[in-house]
């Protein structure tokens, strides 16, 4: 009995999660080939504004082509709604993106998703006040390193001057590559046995 009655809330529970949605059979959705989803020409007449219109699954009144010096052919011009505006509790056919099969997009998506810009977007600062902010921090930052690189005895502790063996060490020390003694060395003295008088 126990197993029938986990059984029967397990399957009330996938019937009420899983919800059944209608997926339209509009012309777009039965593309077969990249061919079939290619925007046809401009429409030039009333006849063939309601075939596009149609084609994109829009109502004749709401279906305005591209400008034709886009030369996108009868590609509706749609708004740029980017996802942040869309309803986030709506049931999308793809939630990530806030979009159902077959819904035309703006002909620029790829720059308005919710990872990209935003048209609607109120940000909380003024564009000038962020970009003086960051100005302000980065010259800071540079004047700090120049600073820093002029007067290197205000951050560093004070230290001799570092003790070469050789002379040739003293005039450069790269130059030998490891080559230990240089020729023609002439040892530094850094230290004496004599007594100071």
């Given at each position: 009995?126990?197993?029938?009655?986990?059984?029967?809330?397990?399957?009330?529970l996938k019937r009420q999660s899983l919800q059944v949605r209608?997926?339209?059979?509009?012309?777009?959705?039965?593309?077969?080939?990249?061919t079939d989803w290619k925007p046809s020409a401009v429409p030039r007449n009333q006849k063939e504004h309601e075939e596009a219109a149609k084609k994109y699954g829009l109502p004749?009144?709401?279906?305005?082509p591209?400008?034709?010096?886009?030369?996108?052919?009868?590609?509706?011009?749609?708004?740029?709604?980017?996802?942040?505006?869309?309803?986030?509790?709506?049931?999308?056919?793809?939630?990530y993106r806030k979009r159902n099969w077959g819904e035309p997009v703006p002909i620029n998506m790829d720059i308005i998703h919710a990872d990209r810009v935003d048209p609607a977007r109120r940000y909380r600062f003024s564009q000038w006040k962020m970009w003086s902010a960051f100005l302000f921090v980065y010259f800071g930052t540079v004047l700090a390193f120049f600073y820093d690189s002029m007067y290197p005895d205000v951050w560093f502790i004070k230290m001799m001057k570092k003790q070469y063996p050789y002379q040739?060490?003293?005039?450069?020390?790269?130059?030998?590559?490891?080559?230990?003694?240089?020729?023609?060395?002439q040892r530094n003295v850094h230290y004496t046995f004599e007594p100071a008088e």
């Open positions: 009995m126990a197993a029938f009655r986990s059984s029967l809330v397990i399957s009330t209608k997926i339209s059979t509009a012309r777009p959705l039965l593309g077969a080939w990249h004749p009144e709401d279906y305005h591209l400008p034709e010096d886009i030369r996108h052919g009868d590609y509706p011009d749609m708004p740029n709604i980017g996802e942040y505006q869309k309803d986030s509790y709506h049931n999308w056919d793809d939630p040739e060490f003293d005039k450069n020390k790269y130059y030998y590559k490891g080559r230990y003694p240089p020729p023609n060395p």
